[in-house]
């Protein structure tokens, strides 16, 4: 036994070895003259901000290695009034100006990235009109059945989700506004009063033409809100402006789909792969330079590189999440991974909206096991492993129905979700392909790429994806 371990050991090893340098040659193909890179050390920021949390993080080239450094990180999270649930959208805004405040090197730009789907709505003046409603809201439960879905799907090429723009500003009243803007593209516009919608962030909110890439006149028309309201769509890459207070920094709009920014940073040299970008969603897919709209469970949304992200929103470790919240024991999440390694047995569908906003995430996994005739569990292990498995379950599902569209044989999963261990093993054994993790930080990373790009230090998304291979160290499962 110990002479297997001590094998296997060595093949992991010589993998990661070989893989490496595949990753540094291919960085050099793309680097023409190492010693200009290597001397590109302006700081760019990315502002990264998920459901739960926020962060800034500093990036810069040194020694032909993407180098970062957390500068300001703060927890984010809704509140609720008159029945409904809001983000304190002035609260981010602060804490991102106390991030810079923290900065005491000189920094060439900043972007936002943040989740999709959520607006600010504007008056004439650009003042905001009220509150920003959060998607697990429930003001929109109901309104996709009333819609015709092969209209909506054939216009727009989005999966359905009762959280879409779409079905938030049918909910929305009153229908008066002057200016429609998506979550980051309303920061960006505090940073530089600028008023623009990114492309990757836009596709989010199903009111986009699949194959014009501009708002579609039927779909507005569905909401009740004028056509003029929705402003100019921009590219990723595209620099905003300067920054208020300070004109040496350019304000530049990365992938603002916060997962578009972590697809961005797939460390990759090509080949057939699938990513994972694991958070508190799971987003699960693959690049297409064409629209993939055989089955309505995929959506199409932008990239940072010209292509499409085919994927699907798989719930993700929102309900480790809120299982941790509930528990008495306060076990932290890598405590509930470890305990977790003892197999259960029950698998819950993770899709299911049940699991979107529950009173108590504990009974609901309860209550769906027990309806299914399953093992019901009640220990903080079997809670996590019944989680765990049915995330790689969810996983292997959707690998079948993207490999009728390409031929896949590795997933990148990227993302905080990536250091789950036990989820990375479970993924790569239910799929059968052998899984990459990491890096950790990839949102802020494709952030920072794009800027980087826009700034002229990168050549293009090829080029910062493989100088993300060559800067960090990648986990895999076989």
């Given amino acids: 036994m110990a002479l297997l371990l001590i094998n296997l050991s060595l093949q992991i090893r010589t993998v990661k070895y070989k893989i490496k340098v595949l990753n540094i040659l291919f960085l050099r193909a793309y680097i023409n003259n190492e010693s200009d890179v290597a001397t590109m050390s302006k700081y760019h920021l990315a502002v990264d901000i998920g459901a ?22 703060f927890k984010n999270g809704t509140f609720e009034r008159d029945g409904h649930i809001f983000w304190d959208i002035d609260r981010l805004y602060d804490e991102i100006q106390a ?25 004439e003046k650009g003042n905001r009109l009220s ?36 079905f938030q500003l049918i909910a929305h009243s009153p229908k008066t506004a002057t200016h429609f803007m998506t979550v980051p593209d309303y920061l960006h516009y505090r940073l530089c009063g600028r008023i623009a919608c990114e492309y990757s962030i836009a596709t989010t909110t199903q009111l986009l033409n699949i194959g014009t890439g501009q708002w579609d006149e ?33 304000v530049i709009t990365p992938a603002a789909h916060d997962t578009g920014s972590a697809v961005a940073a797939v460390p990759t040299n090509g080949g057939n792969f699938a990513y994972i970008s694991s958070g508190t969603w799971s987003l699960m897919g693959i690049e297409s330079k064409t629209p993939c709209m055989k089955t309505q469970e ?5 990239g940072a590189n010209g292509k499409l992200r085919v994927l699907k929103n798989i719930m993700g470790l929102w309900m480790i999440q809120e299982v941790q919240r509930l528990l008495p024991e306060k076990l932290d999440f890598a405590t509930l991974a470890l305990l977790a390694e003892e197999k259960f047995g029950s698998i819950v569908n993770v899709s299911d909206n049940r699991f979107l906003l529950p009173g ?30 049915s995330l790689a379950e969810s996983y292997k599902n959707t690998l079948i129905q993207l490999r009728q569209y390409q031929t896949i044989d590795k997933i990148h999963i990227i993302g905080g979700g990536s250091q789950n261990r036990l989820l990375n093993r479970l993924c790569a054994k239910a799929t059968g392909c052998t899984v990459y993790a990491g890096p950790v930080e990839a949102t802020a990373i494709g952030n920072i790429i794009v800027q980087m790009i826009a700034m002229g230090e990168l050549a293009d998304l090829e080029q910062g994806r493989a100088l993300v291979a060559n800067s960090f160290e990648l986990e895999i499962y076989n």
């Fill in 52 to 73: 739960s949390s926020g962060r800034i993080i500093a990036g810069w080239i040194e020694n032909n290695k993407l180098k970062t450094k957390e500068i300001h990180r």
């Fill in 99 to 123: 991030g810079i405040k923290k900065i005491d090197t000189p920094y060439a730009s900043i972007g936002v990235d943040t989740w999709g789907v959520d607006y600010v709505l504007l008056d």
């Fill in 131 to 166: 509150d920003v409603y959060a998607y697990r809201d429930h003001r929109t439960d109901g309104i996709i059945d009333t819609l015709d879905k092969e209209q909506v799907y054939g216009a727009t090429g989005i999966q359905f989700n009762n959280f879409n723009t779409l």
């Fill in 218 to 250: 039927q779909m507005v028309g569905l909401t009740g809100f004028p056509m003029a309201m929705f402003p100019e769509i921009v590219p990723s890459g595209t620099v905003l402006g300067t920054l208020i207070g300070n004109d040496s920094v350019k």
């Fill in 298 to 302: 995929f959506t199409n949304e932008g």
């Fill in 360 to 389: 108590n995430m504990i009974t609901e996994i309860q209550s769906a096991c027990r309806e299914t005739g399953q093992p019901i569990p009640e220990t903080p292990a079997q809670l996590a492993r019944c989680i765990f498995d």
